[in-house]
C-alpha cells in the first residue's frame, strides 16, 4: 500500500500563489511517476501536471501552463505543486497521485493510488 498526505492548500486571491505538496510512503517513491489532478464543484476530476520518476518528462494541463510547476524530491518522498497567477477558476480540491509506471502520463487510469485531497480556494 502506499500512502500519500497532501498540503499546503488554503485561501489566495487571484494573481497569488500557493505550493501544494504531497508526502508518499509506503514504497519506494523514487521508481514512479506522480500526478496532480484537481476536481471543482460539480466537475469531473481533471489532470493538471504530471512528472516522471526521474523528473525528465513532465507535462502540464493547457490550463495552467506556464503558471503551475511540477517537481519532486526523491530524497524526501515529496512532489510538489508550485501555482502562481492564480484564477478563481483554479478554485478545486488538489489531489496527488502516484503512478504504476515510471512515465508520465496525464490519464486518470495510470495511478493506482491517491491522496485525500486538499482544498484550494482562489478569491477574485
Known amino acids: 500500500q502506499v500512502q500519500l498526505v497532501e498540503s499546503g492548500g488554503g485561501l489566495a486571491q487571484a494573481g497569488g500563489s500557493l505550493r501544494l505538496s504531497c508526502v508518499a510512503s509506503?514504497?519506494?517513491?523514487?521508481?514512479?511517476?506522480m500526478g496532480w489532478f484537481r476536481q471543482a464543484p460539480g466537475k469531473d476530476r481533471e489532470f493538471v501536471a504530471a512528472?516522471?520518476?526521474?523528473?525528465?518528462?513532465?507535462y502540464y494541463a493547457a490550463s495552467v501552463k506556464g503558471r503551475f510547476t511540477i517537481s519532486r524530491d526523491n530524497a524526501k518522498n515529496t512532489v510538489y505543486l508550485q501555482m502562481n497567477s492564480l484564477k478563481p477558476e483554479d478554485t478545486a480540491v488538489y489531489y496527488c497521485?502516484?503512478?504504476?509506471?515510471?512515465?508520465?502520463?496525464?490519464?486518470?487510469?495510470?495511478?493506482?493510488?491517491w491522496g485525500q485531497g486538499t482544498q484550494v480556494t482562489v478569491s477574485s
Open positions: 497521485a502516484a503512478g504504476s509506471r515510471p512515465t508520465a502520463s496525464p490519464a486518470y487510469y495510470t495511478y493506482s493510488y
Open positions: 509506503g514504497r519506494t517513491f523514487s521508481g514512479y511517476a
Open positions: 512528472i516522471s520518476w526521474n523528473g525528465v518528462s513532465i
